[in-house]
């Protein structure tokens, strides 16, 4: 390939005299769309959360977490690029992570960026054409859907990710924008991106319809299911997979699914 110039989500040039060979992925969402765009021999590192494909746990060496990464044992690897995320990783972390090779780092908010990010890894890796029947199968996935969720009646939701403090999702992340298609009103969404709350003031900001309980990052019980509602008046809590709604990539196609799924239920 002829040396090529690309620009990264948040604006950083990178010029490769030939498409990298030696990829560690850092974020779990990504790790799983490099497999599916059919690069698995070329992935040498991931991280300890990229549980999808199963097998890269055994077959991929495992570099650390998503917010910490042993630098040596990725020195060692000798990587042409590291792919991170500006939600999931430091800017901390990128910083450092520079000093050992380019590292394209993604920005995902909405679908368009999804879109985005395939494309970008189509020209970066050298996929093209797997990366457009992605996005080929995507685009039409989400007008089935939208044509789908157009007649639901639009529900107010709270969508839980942490305790101790308790944060749920605000605006300005992929999670909010899920919500949004999906037609559920996100009674945080002027709080900030991942705001702590009270529960005892979820009455006067919003009252939700639903609770949804994400599996991720934080495992919610039934105590913590018991302890949420008590705060609302009428509130449903679910318990939702939290892949399906933090994970972006090719996981959306099974997302939409999911969606319907959920739909049904509620």
């Not at 560690?24 to 590192?45: A, H, M, N």
């Not at 495992?62 to 990783?89: A, M, W, Y």
């Not at 093209?128 to 639901?152: C, G, H, M, P, V």
Request: glycine share 4%.
């Amino acid at each position: 390939m002829k040396q090529k110039t690309l620009i990264d989500q948040i604006g950083t040039t990178h010029t490769f005299e030939t498409s990298p060979s030696r990829i560690i992925s850092l974020v779990p969402s990504q790790t799983e769309l490099l497999y599916d765009l059919g690069l698995e021999d070329k992935i040498i590192g991931i991280t300890k959360f990229c549980v999808h494909p199963y097998h890269f746990k055994s077959t991929k060496k495992s570099v650390g977490g998503t917010k910490k990464v042993h630098f040596e044992k990725i020195r060692l690897l000798q990587p042409d690029i590291i792919i991170c995320n500006k939600e999931e990783n430091t800017l901390e972390m990128v910083e450092q992570l520079r000093k050992i090779c380019p590292v394209w780092v993604t920005n995902i908010a909405t679908i368009e960026d999804n879109f985005q990010m395939i494309t970008d890894f189509g020209q970066l890796f050298n996929c093209r054409t797997e990366s457009q029947k992605w996005n080929d199968k995507l685009a039409f996935a989400l007008t089935d859907f939208k044509n789908y969720i157009q007649d639901k009646e639009i529900k107010k939701v709270a969508y839980f990710i942490w305790k101790k403090p308790f944060m749920v999702a605000g605006s300005d992340n992929f999670i909010n924008e899920l919500l949004k298609l999906n037609h559920f009103e996100n009674i945080y969404q002027n709080k900030g991106r991942y705001p702590e709350i009270e529960l005892k003031k979820m009455r006067l900001e919003g009252d939700p319809d639903l609770v949804f309980l994400s599996s991720e990052p934080y495992p919610f019980a039934e105590e913590d299911a018991f302890e949420i509602g008590r705060h609302t008046h009428h509130a449903k809590t679910v318990f939702v997979d939290g892949e399906m709604f933090s994970w972006y990539g090719s996981r959306l196609l099974k997302a939409f699914d999911y969606f319907k799924k959920m739909h049904e239920k509620l």
